[in-house]
Every structure is written in structure tokens, then in C-alpha cells.
């Protein structure tokens, strides 16, 4: 069963930006707080953005200021909207619940930024 799918990766230069979209079953939807992960080359998966019902966000210090989560609950969707990209942020980026379900893990969205 397919309980979260990611789009809106791609290839794009260093201070360009992107648009990330995951569609999440309403179970998991409903649940709690959800985030945006991501895991690049050789590197554990790590929180980049937070964000539970209403406006409240956290996020990693390393995105802080560049990259902006948002989530709409009618549709059961989350956005992550990233600027100000940097070759570093290079990595599959992924949705879950926050904390994660293991079960919960889509194939992710590849985001590679070149110089």
C-alpha cells in the first residue's frame, strides 16, 4: 500500500529554486505533525522542515531562512519550497510523519543542485 508520494525534484543551479509536493494518505495525514527529510550520498536521513496542524514549523539550521514547509489539510497534501539552493542540498528528499513511520517511506524525489 502506498501511503506517500513525492514529485517536484529535478536538476537546477546553484540559487535557483524548487517546489517539492508529497500526496499522503489521510490516515497518516491525520495523524500529527509531518516533515520533510532528505538523505544524500554516504549520510543518514536527516530532518530539514517540520510542521505540525496550523503554522507551527522548525527547521534544520542548515535550511533555515531558504527553504519554507507547508502543508494544505483538505488535501491531504504537503510543499516544500526551497530557495537559494546550494550544491549541498543536493540529496532524495522525502515526507513522512514527524517522527517517521518506517512503514511510511515513499521512493522520495531526487533534488541535484549544480554550480
Known amino acids: 500500500q502506498v501511503h506517500i508520494v513525492e514529485s517536484g525534484g529535478g536538476l537546477v543551479q546553484a540559487g535557483g529554486s524548487l517546489r517539492l509536493s508529497c500526496v499522503v494518505s489521510?490516515?497518516?495525514?491525520?495523524?500529527?505533525?509531518m516533515g520533510w527529510y532528505r538523505q544524500a550520498p554516504g549520510k543518514q536521513r536527516e530532518l530539514v522542515a517540520g510542521?505540525?496542524?496550523?503554522?507551527?514549523?522548525r527547521y534544520a539550521d542548515s535550511v533555515k531562512g531558504r527553504f519554507a514547509i507547508s502543508r494544505d489539510n483538505a488535501n491531504n497534501m504537503m510543499y516544500l519550497q526551497m530557495n537559494s539552493l546550494k550544491p549541498e542540498d543536493t540529496a532524495v528528499y522525502y515526507c513522512?510523519?514527524?517522527?517517521?513511520?518506517?512503514?511510511?517511506w515513499g521512493q522520495g524525489t531526487q533534488v541535484t543542485v549544480s554550480l
Open positions: 513522512n510523519t514527524d517522527p517517521p513511520h518506517d512503514w511510511a
Open positions: 489521510r490516515r497518516l495525514f491525520a495523524l500529527s505533525a
Open positions: 510542521i505540525i496542524r496550523g503554522d507551527n514549523t
